[in-house]
Nanobody, 126 residues
Framework: QVQVAESGGGSVQSGGSLRLSCVVS????????MGWFRQVPGKEREEVGI???????SYGDSVKGRFTLSQDSTKNTLYLQMNNLNPEDTAMYYC????????????????????WGQGTQVTVSS
């Protein structure tokens, strides 16, 4: 069974920073593509950033230039550094994982990720 656990959410003022962490506990020897998504009640889940097992990253348009992904692939750990936060970044942030294999298909949308964490709340006040 794969477990995904997020941490690092909280409240911050506009212009501030937060760092989220995500740890995937999966099957031995399996590597995971990982991603961060966020959701506000009444709206669809939005991509924040995705990283595949080759280290390639993609970011949602609303966070480009402000948020940065980094990872420790040996520990299946993904970090999300969020800078210059604004109230529109307020959301529940979810980490997701999917097993990936070299040369195979890498997920790039929320529906293609298999395992999800419980989420961590980020609140940005003006």
């Amino acid at each position: 069974q794969v477990q995904v656990a997020e941490s690092g959410g909280g409240s911050v003022q506009s212009g501030g920073s937060l760092r989220l962490s995500c740890v995937v506990s999966g099957y031995p020897g399996v590597r995971y593509c990982m991603g961060w998504f966020r959701q506000v009640p009444g709206k669809e889940r939005e991509e924040v950033g995705i990283v595949d097992i080759e280290g390639s990253t993609s970011y949602g348009d609303s966070v480009k230039g402000r948020f940065t992904l980094s990872q420790d692939s040996t520990k299946n750990t993904l970090y999300l550094q969020m800078n210059n936060l604004n109230p529109e970044d307020t959301a529940m942030y979810y980490c997701a994982a999917a097993p990936c294999f070299p040369g195979g298909y890498y997920p790039y949308r929320a529906s293609e990720f298999d395992d999800w964490g419980q989420g961590t709340q980020v609140t940005v006040s003006s």
